[in-house]
């Protein structure tokens, strides 16, 4: 049986004061939230799709969010990243789970589960993209920062209204790209390591699933020093400040009146 798991892991610093964690708290929870359920949704509907029904018999085919919340991997350790600086945010879902011997093909339809995942929170960061465009044309004043100065040229529903939303919906385009980016990446267990496996020809796709455990540890010895060799930061960075790029900066391109 394979398991498919919705990962976060985002750089988040500075966060030594009260305020800033009960910021983080408000405004990325929600944006949060929404990404591991619907990740782990889209896998679930995918592989019953394929014709494995495991996760929807397990009740797992909902986007009810206590069917998909572990109460320390998904609540408590992200609490904790939050609370303690310099460290990244990171968590997960529990874990969806894909009888592939139930599926018409397997290979083929475990490369279809994991692009579903991946493919829900791209859909998620472009529409999240849209939706901060829509805010900002109908308040075009409108701060994302709070400040004295900001909030003289916002009226008074802008401020306690639409920014917030907005502000959520800037945290779901970024939090919904570190989705895809890390889903990307080979290694067992995120999504990439199904795709790439699906992608091979069959020998070599079953050398690389004999391979994944060892590559696995080569992932955890590379986030541990990271900070010393900078391999996954400078994979995941790159990529993620392009998608996020490219993806807010063609949404609010969109807005009536703006040229490049």
Request: with cysteine; hydrophobic share 50%; net charge positive.
């Amino acid at each position: 049986m394979t398991r498919a798991r919705g990962h976060v892991y985002m750089g988040v610093t500075n966060m030594n004061s009260l305020s800033q964690i009960r910021h983080t708290i408000t405004y990325m929870g929600l944006p949060l939230l929404f990404a591991m359920v619907l990740h782990g949704y889209a896998l679930a509907w995918m592989a019953e799709k394929c014709g494995d029904s495991t996760a929807k018999l397990q009740g797992r085919l909902t986007i009810n969010p206590l069917a998909h919340i572990h109460p320390f991997w998904t609540v408590i350790l992200p609490l904790i990243c939050v609370m303690l600086p310099g460290i990244p945010l990171f968590g997960w879902t529990k874990m969806i789970p894909i009888d592939h011997q139930n599926m018409r093909q397997s290979r083929r339809d475990l490369t279809l589960v994991a692009a579903a995942g991946i493919g829900t929170n791209l859909l998620l960061a472009i529409a999240s993209a849209l939706f901060l465009a829509l805010i900002l044309t109908i308040e075009p004043t409108l701060s994302l920062k709070k400040s004295a100065e900001a909030d003289a040229f916002s009226s008074p529903l802008a401020t306690l209204v639409l920014r917030p939303i907005a502000v959520m919906a800037l945290y779901s385009v970024l939090i919904n790209v570190v989705f895809v980016v890390w889903n990307l990446l080979p290694f067992s267990p995120f999504a990439g390591s199904l795709i790439l496996r699906g992608l091979l020809p069959l020998q070599p796709g079953r050398i690389f699933a004999r391979s994944e455990r060892y590559m696995m540890l080569l992932f955890v010895v590379l986030i541990v020093f990271d900070e010393q060799l900078h391999v996954i930061h400078a994979i995941t960075g790159t990529f993620y400040e392009g998608f996020s790029s490219t993806i807010l900066s063609t949404a609010l391109a969109l807005r009536p009146g703006i040229t490049e």
